[in-house]
């Protein structure tokens, strides 16, 4: 079956703009991550998603983060006003609701390049 | 605040040797994963930890779980080229009942030589 699906898969935005980047999650899968990854570091948690709540929005970075997912399915994240710190690798994952010990599975992340 | 260190961060070995990769972690979980990341490639699910004493074993690669000590490791058993990659340990958030994040190490980058 299809696995986690990222788009666009690179991005280049001017500093100041603001960005969109969308993840379908795998089917059935009720739990929704967003993560960046910066070049040679490790994975920053920014929000997980169960069904459309947002329970943890303690990672997002600063007020021009935001993310919202409908459906229960795809999510979106917006980054307002870009900054070159912004720059990274935005990975997305999903998995299958507590109970259910299932590892996360990633997509191939979307490379933002601010410039 | 859960923090999870992984130690060594970078680890360059000869073909043929053992070695093992450490996971400290800072609060009570007993859910722990590796993961595997390759150049350029997103991340891949190696092994699920779930309870105290878990051993899981995949190839040349075996992870175990002291949930006592709050310490992971990941074995690597005479090393091959193949297993040149970025490995990362994560553990669970608010686990006990709810879905929680998972909080990941810094990575420990692993280039195995001839």
């Known amino acids: 079956g299809a696995g986690v699906s990222q788009s666009p898969s690179n991005k280049v935005t001017e500093k100041g703009k603001d960005v969109e980047l969308r993840c379908d999650p795998i089917?059935?899968?009720?739990?929704l991550y967003w993560y960046r990854q910066s070049l040679g570091q490790g994975l920053e948690f920014l929000i997980y998603f169960q069904g459309n709540s947002a329970p943890d929005k303690s990672g997002l970075p600063s007020d021009r983060f935001s993310a919202e997912r409908t459906g229960g399915s795809v999510s979106t994240l917006t980054i307002q006003r870009t900054q070159q710190e912004d720059s990274a690798v935005y990975l997305c994952?999903?998995?299958?609701?507590?109970?259910?010990?299932?590892?996360?599975?990633f997509g191939n992340g979307t490379r933002l390049t601010v410039t | 605040e859960l923090k999870v260190e992984q130690n060594p961060l970078f680890l360059s070995m000869q073909e043929g040797k053992n070695y093992t990769i450490y996971c400290n972690y800072s609060t009570t979980s007993d859910r722990l994963y590796w993961y595997r990341q390759d150049p350029g490639k997103s991340l891949e699910s190696l092994f699920v930890?779930?309870?105290?004493?878990a051993v899981k074993q995949e190839g040349r690669l075996m992870a175990s779980l002291d949930t006592k000590a709050r310490l992971s490791t990941l074995h690597i058993t005479a090393a091959v080229h193949d297993l040149s990659a970025t490995y990362f340990c994560a553990v669970i958030m608010n686990y006990g009942g709810s879905q929680g994040n998972l909080i990941f190490g810094k990575g420990t980058k692993l280039s195995v030589k001839p």
């Open positions: 994952a999903s998995n299958l609701w507590t109970g259910i010990y299932s590892p996360l599975h």
């Open positions: 930890l779930l309870s105290n004493g």
């Open positions: 089917s059935g899968h009720t739990a």
